[in-house]
């Protein structure tokens, strides 16, 4: 019997999805699981498929390996984490030299960057892949964002290339840089997914609690957006969501729902990367905190308690003045994403693409919209330029930061909170003040503790006339 292509371990919702997008695309390949059922069930599924004998199960791990050609490419589709490190740590004794392990899951991008040193020094091969787009995007085409030696990426582009999904016939998967380099701009789009979610969730806010629409009033309004400037997979399944009814109450599904958000972590990496990076993400961070604030819903129960239901009703807002806002905060967001992601190229030595992240994320992931094909011609032009200056964006910027102004200023008035867009609108107004107030800064820092400031004249004089008080 000839040997797989490619084996993939873990059979969950992404690894099952991904292995079927395998061997739809004409790749053989062998699959394993911890849990023998869940092979015998996946396997029993994929028969009526017309690749069903594509596929080779495996009851062992020691049976998936030897089902393998060498030089062996494996995925992993486990719980990032240890279950990785555990889960190499078992293949590599069955491995040869050259066999390639390739991690899908959602690994945090430092765990990569040491798996890849690791592999460095004469383990397995080793990339870091993000994956994105959920089990739909693994079964008909999900984004890839690789990273680890070229030489590696090179040897198994084809299936990835194959497997993903196309923006006009272009392949959305591409190699982003070393070690950990792929798993880093998955992070970011992570939190950039968080902060769209969070914008779109803050105008959802005001339609319903200021303007006192109904569901599917506004899965009308997220409809028409979707047909205009923000056109966009997370504003189509808003539109779903709000759009649906409830089996069991017969109301609004969305009215059922317990506002409490859950996330998986990768969100706060980005934010805590950023951080490090001194790369101000602000309305990324303001998206992870509102998820947090979400899940504290006995102080929230408290605090109305206590102030009062802070949401007011009112018709401070225009339906056309919210969608401009959001697309100016969008584009303020983005602007901080890729930002972000420059400044992780210089700190890490990565050569990472900037157009080209925006063109795989064009379709497959979960932030694919309209927009991020204009993003990737901006970028083109001028990778290291702040997105806010790309001209395209420069005008659009223009047209609509009033309107973010008079969405925050119209919340804030009325008690409707918009952490994420109001992060988006002051990130805004400071990147366009020259003068800032951090002159203040520095002298209260040499006040107290004789950090010194350069003057605006460029005289020789660096304290200011306070003498040592710290
Ligand atoms: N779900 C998404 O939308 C999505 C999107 C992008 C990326 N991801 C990432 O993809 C990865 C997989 O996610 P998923 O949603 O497919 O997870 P899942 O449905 O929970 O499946 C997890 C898989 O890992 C296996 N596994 C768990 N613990 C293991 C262990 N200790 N040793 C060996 N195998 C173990 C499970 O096997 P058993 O059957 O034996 O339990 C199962 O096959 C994660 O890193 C996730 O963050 C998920």
Redo the contacts with the bound molecule.
């Keep these: 019997m000839s040997k797989a292509e490619i084996g993939l ?8 999805s991904l292995a079927l997008n395998i061997a739809e695309k004409g790749f053989a390949i062998a699959v394993w ?3 023998a059922e ?1 092979t015998h069930a996946f396997h029993a599924a994929a028969q009526g498929a017309p690749f069903a004998d594509r596929i080779t199960p495996a009851e062992t791990l020691e049976a998936f390996v030897a089902a393998i050609a060498r030089p062996r490419a494996i995925i992993l ?4 984490g240890p ?1 990785v490190d ?2 190499i740590k078992r293949l590599t004794p069955l491995l040869e030299p050259g066999d390639l392990i390739i991690d ?4 945090n991008f430092h765990d990569t960057d040491r798996r890849a040193a690791d592999a460095a020094k004469g383990g397995p091969r080793f990339l870091g892949i993000g ?5 739909e ?2 079964r008909h085409g999900p984004s890839i964002m690789g990273g680890g030696e070229k030489a590696d990426w090179d040897r198994v582009s084809h299936i990835l290339e194959a497997i993903a999904a196309k923006y006009e016939g272009t392949p959305c998967a591409t190699y982003m840089g070393p070690g950990g380099a792929g798993h880093f701009v998955k992070a970011v789009h992570n939190g950039i997914e968080y902060a769209d979610m969070q914008m779109i969730a803050e105008v959802y806010g005001v339609m319903r609690d200021g303007l006192g629409m109904t569901a599917g009033e506004i899965a009308d309004v997220f409809r028409r957006w979707n047909r205009g400037p923000l056109q966009s997979y997370l504003i189509e399944i808003s539109g779903e969501v709000a759009a649906a009814t409830d089996p069991i109450g017969g109301g609004a599904m969305l009215d059922a729902i317990l506002d409490r958000a859950g996330q ?1 972590g990768t969100g706060r990496w980005t934010a805590i990367e950023a951080q490090h990076l001194a790369a101000p993400i602000t309305v990324i961070e303001a998206a992870v905190a509102a998820r947090n604030i979400s899940a504290r819903l006995p102080e929230r129960k408290e605090g109305q308690a206590a102030f009062g239901a802070a949401p007011q009703r009112t018709d401070a807002f225009g339906i056309d003045t919210l969608e401009q806002a959001l697309i100016c905060g969008k584009i303020l967001c983005y602007a901080q994403g890729f930002a972000m992601i420059g400044a992780a190229a210089k700190a890490f030595d990565w050569p990472l693409p900037l157009p080209e992240i925006a063109r795989v994320w064009r379709e497959g992931c979960i932030i694919r919209s309209a927009m991020l094909n204009d993003m990737a011609e901006a970028l083109s032009g001028a990778p290291d330029r702040n997105l806010m200056l790309a001209p395209a964006f420069a005008d659009r910027l223009k047209a609509t930061h009033g309107a973010l102004r008079q969405a925050v200023a119209a919340a804030a008035m009325n008690g409707l909170p918009m952490p994420a867009l109001s992060a988006g609108l002051a990130y805004f107004d400071m990147m366009r003040t020259e003068r800032s107030t951090a002159n203040l800064i520095q002298g209260q820092r040499d006040f107290f503790g004789a950090h010194g400031f350069d003057r605006l004249d460029g005289a020789d004089s660096h304290h200011g006339p306070w003498g040592s008080h710290g």
Excluded: D
Excluded at 9 to 16: D, E, F, Q, R, W
Excluded at 77 to 80: I, Q
Excluded at 131 to 135: L, N, R
């Design positions: 371990i873990g059979l969950g919702t992404m690894g099952a699981n911890r849990t869940t589709m486990v719980p990032a279950v555990e889960q899908a899951g959602n690994a994956v994105s787009g959920g089990e995007g693994a998986k």
